[in-house]
């Protein structure tokens, strides 16, 4: 393998569906089997796949299995996030995809970050005494063989959304604060999971270059932030943050910068475009890097009005892909 292609897609709560629903997923994957092709991945890396429960067998990616028949990726090893009892979460694993040998696989959810402690000042009543404020979403290290022999880890991730966390007795409905301190004070919450994951990010990053200071290391995914938003520089760890040039090997490239920034999408809110999905990447890994694409020639603003799932099938994000010559 002289090319290397390596990819991250949300694929929006990828499913089956009760019959009569719709879309239905016969209708998902019409549209977004083609866009796993496109790719050419060798490596995937995909948020929201939900999973499915068949015949009182333990609970497995089956809607993904269904999406990948066809491709290239078709058989290939899919590497997912696990619950405590070893199956497939119901809703949004993280799974990276890819005939190349899984080494060691991990996944982490406070396990570098201790949960927060936090008193909610607008809850009704208030808090007496503070609650534990944890991180929603794991994240999951992957270990592959290269054809060379040597490891790639691939980081999988999947933010907080900025979505205000629930206050109680602050809403109305699932789209009504009664207060707007409530609500800032959940988009505070929000803000304080997505930070509390970047730095378990960063963190696992470290470990892995304290382990071997030249390992290869590619964090991909739907981070929810745009690329200069403080999560994301952490996790990059830029010498112009740190001040320290001895940390300069530590720092993680963004793909996204060879793309003409016009086109740094990867989804639609209230008609602005915004880069959230991204791929960063050791040093070491730039002299084989040699592009990046971001699919996004049809991409659709589904905070819009009327932009129902019905009308909209495929996923409200963009892939991107980036390509390595290991030769």
């Known amino acids: 393998m002289a090319e290397l292609r390596i990819a991250t897609f949300n694929v929006e709560n990828l499913d089956e569906t009760p019959p009569g629903a719709r879309?239905?997923?016969a209708e998902r994957v019409l549209l977004m089997r083609p866009q796993i092709a496109r790719l050419r991945a060798d490596v995937l890396c995909l948020q929201e796949v939900n999973g499915q429960?068949?015949?009182?067998?333990?609970?497995g990616l089956h809607a993904l299995t269904e999406l990948l028949r066809g491709t290239a990726l078709e058989g290939a090893t899919m590497t997912s996030t696990r619950t405590q009892g070893g199956e497939v979460f119901d809703e949004r694993n993280l799974?990276?995809?890819?005939?190349?040998?899984?080494?060691?696989?991990?996944?982490?959810?406070?396990?570098?970050?201790?949960?927060?402690?936090?008193?909610?000042?607008?809850?009704?009543?208030?808090?007496?005494?503070?609650?534990?404020?944890?991180i929603e979403r794991?994240?999951?290290?992957?270990?592959?063989?290269?054809?060379?022999?040597?490891?790639?880890?691939?980081?999988?991730?999947?933010?907080?959304?900025k979505l205000a966390t629930d206050i109680p007795g602050q809403r109305v409905d699932s789209f009504t604060w009664?207060?707007?301190?409530?609500w800032a004070e959940g988009s505070f919450?929000?803000?304080?999971?997505?930070?509390?994951?970047?730095?378990?990010?960063?963190?696992?990053?470290?470990?892995?270059?304290?382990?071997?200071p030249g390992a290869r290391v590619v964090v991909a995914g739907d981070f929810n932030a745009g690329p200069d938003e403080v999560s994301v520089l952490a996790v990059r760890g830029n010498v112009e943050d740190t001040?320290?040039?001895?940390?300069?090997?530590?720092?993680?490239?963004?793909?996204?910068?060879t793309v003409p920034e016009s086109s740094r999408v990867t989804l639609y809110h209230q008609g602005r475009g915004q880069m959230l999905d991204h791929m960063l990447v050791t040093r070491n890994l730039l002299e084989h890097y040699r592009g990046s694409e971001i699919h996004?020639?049809?991409?659709?603003?589904?905070?819009?009005?009327?932009?129902?799932?019905?009308?909209?099938?495929?996923?409200?994000?963009?892939?991107?892909?980036a390509t390595f010559d290991l030769a």
Do not use: C
Request: proline content about 8%; cysteine-free; hydrophobic content about 45%.
């Open 23 to 25: 879309p239905s997923l």
């Open 53 to 59: 429960e068949r015949d009182r067998q333990p609970r």
């Open 95 to 134: 799974v990276v995809v890819s005939h190349l040998p899984v080494l060691a696989v991990e996944q982490l959810r406070n396990d570098l970050v201790a949960p927060l402690t936090y008193r909610r000042l607008t809850a009704v009543p208030p808090d007496a005494a503070a609650v534990v404020v944890g």
């Open 138 to 161: 794991p994240i999951l290290h992957v270990v592959l063989q290269l054809p060379d022999g040597t490891a790639l880890h691939v980081v999988d991730v999947h933010w907080k959304s």
């Open 178 to 182: 009664r207060t707007a301190d409530g």
């Open 189 to 212: 919450l929000s803000a304080m999971k997505r930070m509390a994951q970047a730095l378990e990010t960063r963190r696992l990053v470290d470990q892995v270059l304290d382990a071997d």
């Open 243 to 257: 001040g320290n040039p001895e940390l300069v090997h530590r720092v993680l490239v963004p793909i996204e910068n």
């Open 296 to 321: 996004n020639e049809v991409l659709h603003d589904e905070s819009a009005a009327f932009a129902v799932d019905r009308k909209y099938p495929e996923s409200d994000h963009a892939p991107v892909v």
